[in-house]
């Protein structure tokens, strides 16, 4: 046959294909299952780090177990709703209109005995997505710690989100200002929100990025008002 | 096995015939992932692995691939073995995979793999294209290798994660380089080893 010809190098593409296709569906599905736990133990150990536990890969699932003792989805009115809350996505919530959003939330009881209310969080930075998880104390107003992460923000401007001293900055904020729901601003250093909300020095240099918090603080806590309200008037 | 020749072929790309310090190939990986040595070491790994199996397959296919598309079958091989790797590392390596984040798919890209597969692998044998492979492999790993220990060892004070500059340093006033973690010093640091390479290979110079 001639190696040249057209039928050759059509039939020669098409067996490539298939059989390429072949090898690679096989190497995805045979290894799914370790990815998927790889996955949700990276979740785990980023839930962990909202409240300020430190984890390593082998040993967030035994820690997450010990400390994340329950955790459960309510709907924007604070009434509990069915669903599984580990495995919900929370940047496919987002797109939903905020009254039909499913809202889940993880408690950790830590050594301290005052269970702490765990936020999912999901925004979009300068190059791709950000989120997050922050913890609220059971005062369902102070901020317990912060936990940021991203895609590919730029490294040492907007990836600063990821490292402690951008998230240290937010432990004892407060979302609520006399009662009204104010969430937590972002602020270029030395200026202040107007509507004297509490705030947090941004990242020089990652203007965009620091916006993408805030506006993720905003945009995924907000749903959760009435919850934190209630939770404020049950245990002050 | 290892004829003169062949010796030549897995030799030369260490030295006199490196991809990125004399071909200055495949630096835009060189620069992303070396701000440790882990991921780089990770990458030099991928890199040998992907180029010696593409090599070797390009070449047991050399003489039935049609000539009109003899490229898009070299990428699809590298492709194919890219996804494999960055699969495996998803699966074992979670935390390293993430680090690399993109830079694993990247390597389809790399200039590197196309070079060899059309340079070499489509005019020679299976074994001695493998050894072509894994000696570029190893010679684009060696450098990565280098840069990222001076990247590390000054940008954080670190060697594979083990702090190795005593505290007792930080505590007379020694701070870490927080340039050497940035791309810019990686380009830097590139230009310096070629300095000396050259140096000491005068045939080099032009």
Sequence with gaps: MNKQGNTYTII????????????????????????????????????????????????????????????FVIDANGKLVKGESFAMNIADQMKLPEDQRTLPIFICTDNSG??????P????????????????ENDGNTVYGAYFAHQGETP?????????????QFQGKHFFIDGAFTPIAVQKAGQKPQNGADYVDAVSGGTITSKGVQNMLQSCVKPYAQFLESLNSKNI | MLSKKNKEILLGPLSKNNPVIVQILGICSALA??????????????????????NVIISLLRN????????????????????IVDQVLKAYMYQVSKQLSVFVGLIITNCILMGRLEA??????????FLDGIGN?????????????????????????????????????????????????ALITVACIIWVHRSRNKDLQQ
């Design chain 2, 137 to 185: 492999g190893v010679g684009y790993g060696i450098i990565l290798v280098i840069v990222a220990f001076f990247r590390e060892l000054l940008g954080s004070g670190t060697l594979f994660g083990y702090q190795v500059i005593p505290q007792q340093m930080y505590d007379w006033g020694y701070q870490n380089n927080g340039l050497m973690i940035l791309p810019p010093m």
């Design chain 1, 12 to 71: 020669y593409t098409s067996g490539m294909v298939i059989i390429v296709a072949f090898i690679l569906a096989f190497a995805a599905i045979g290894l799914k299952p370790v990815q998927e736990k790889n996955i949700a133990i990276d979740k785990m150990s980023q839930i962990l780090n909202s409240v300020n536990i430190a984890s390593t890969p082998e040993n967030a699932q035994e820690l997450y177990g010990k400390y994340i003792d329950d955790s």
């Design chain 2, 120 to 129: 070499f692998a489509l005019s020679h044998k299976p074994w001695e294209s």
């Design chain 1, 114 to 119: 005052a269970p702490k209310y765990i936020i």
């Design chain 2, 64 to 83: 039935t691939i049609p000539n009109s598309i003899r490229i898009i079958v070299q990428l699809v091989v590298v492709a194919a073995l890219v996804i």
């Design chain 1, 121 to 136: 969080l999901s925004g979009s930075g300068l190059w791709g997505p950000i989120w997050g998880y922050i913890s609220i």
């Design chain 2, 33 to 54: 992932v070396t701000a440790k040595l882990e991921p780089a070491l990770v990458m030099a790994v991928s890199v040998t692995a992907v180029v010696a199996f593409a």
């Design chain 1, 156 to 168: 040492g401007l907007g990836a600063e989100i990821d490292k402690p001293p951008f998230q240290k």
